[in-house]
């Protein structure tokens, strides 16, 4: 199986890192990566990091942090050096938007998701026609960006609710011709050219979360200096603006494998809620770790 063969030795010391979000109990995709990222690491003397991705504080829970601790402890991964939790980071993720804002490459968005839906609607007649469709939905219509300086300070002041969203084409801009020639090294596949306008003037910091996935996942790869990003395809669109965000901030840039995506007997990609591929339940039910290696043609670990 492709994914047991080691795309390449590193050009470095690897750091690589599992970075799971406690909003349910890992799966077998989860152990994918995880192993993939540890494996990786300790066959070429490497160091593998631990980190809870928690900025969803409304999703995320306590009992699923000490469950990813218990399903890593039961695979027999264990990680190098402090476990950090992006929950306990948020001023820093701040100073990145401040940044950011003050190079005028954010701006504050109002819209709840309704008025969003409603403008799509409506730009589907007009002549310029619909926003184009990005990977997670229809592009931004770009309203409060159109908003007028006075128009934007009347409503902070007042304190109304806000995201903050990158203005994509501000930061395309801001880095001239390095935007066009924006590209990473792919482990398997070898160079891919980014192209982050598919995300258009996606949102950096929540309404509900001062942060974003997208923000404080590249701010701490680079923090954490981790040179080899393994993580599933699901999340390969997002390289195209992780490069972007690197490019904008002059963090170093790491290399990607995207790995194979798991799915049940109906092909559906694996979920936090699919039953029977729950590391927990698979362990209840006396599978064993070197069981689960074999379930994912993974060799055995050294
Ligand atoms: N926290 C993300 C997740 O659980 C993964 C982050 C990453 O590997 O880049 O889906």
């Avoid at 066959?43 to 999703?59: C, M, S, V």
């Avoid at 790869?221 to 699901?234: C, K, P, V, Y």
């Avoid at 362990?283 to 074999?294: D, H, K, L, N």
């Amino acid at each position: 199986m492709s994914q047991t063969i080691d795309p390449a030795p590193p050009a470095v010391m690897p750091v690589t890192r599992f970075a799971p979000s406690p909003t349910g109990l890992l799966h077998l995709g989860h152990a994918l990566s995880a192993m993939l990222s540890h494996d990786y690491a300790r066959a070429h003397g490497g160091r593998f990091i631990l980190r809870i991705e928690d900025i969803d504080t409304t999703r995320c829970r306590p009992e699923f942090v000490d469950a990813i601790f218990r399903d890593l402890d039961w695979l027999g991964l264990s990680w190098d050096g402090e476990v950090r939790r992006q929950s306990e980071h948020f001023d820093v993720y701040r100073t990145v938007l401040d940044e950011l804002t003050a190079r005028d490459l954010v701006y504050p968005c109002f819209c709840t998701r309704s008025e969003i839906e409603v403008e799509i609607a409506a730009s589907a007649s007009a002549p310029h026609g619909p926003p184009p469709a990005g990977p997670d939905g229809p592009l931004y219509p770009g309203t409060c960006r159109r908003l007028t300086p006075a128009a934007r300070a009347t409503r902070l002041t007042a304190g109304h609710p806000h995201a903050l969203r990158l203005d994509m084409a501000a930061a395309l801009a801001a880095l001239g011709t390095v935007a066009s020639d924006l590209s990473w090294t792919d482990m398997d596949a070898g160079p891919v050219k980014a192209t982050p306008a598919i995300h258009g003037d996606v949102v950096l910091a929540r309404k509900d979360v001062p942060a974003s996935y997208h923000l404080a996942v590249t701010h701490d790869d680079a923090l954490q200096g981790i040179t080899h990003i393994i993580r599933g395809r699901d999340l390969e669109a997002a390289t195209h603006l992780h490069r972007l965000l690197q490019a904008l901030m002059g963090w170093p840039v790491p290399v990607w494998r995207h790995h194979r995506l798991l799915t049940d007997d109906q092909g559906r990609r694996l979920a936090k809620r699919t039953p029977g591929v729950r590391l927990a339940d698979l362990r209840e039910a006396g599978v064993t770790p070197a069981g689960i290696r074999r379930r994912l043609g993974l060799a055995d670990a050294d």
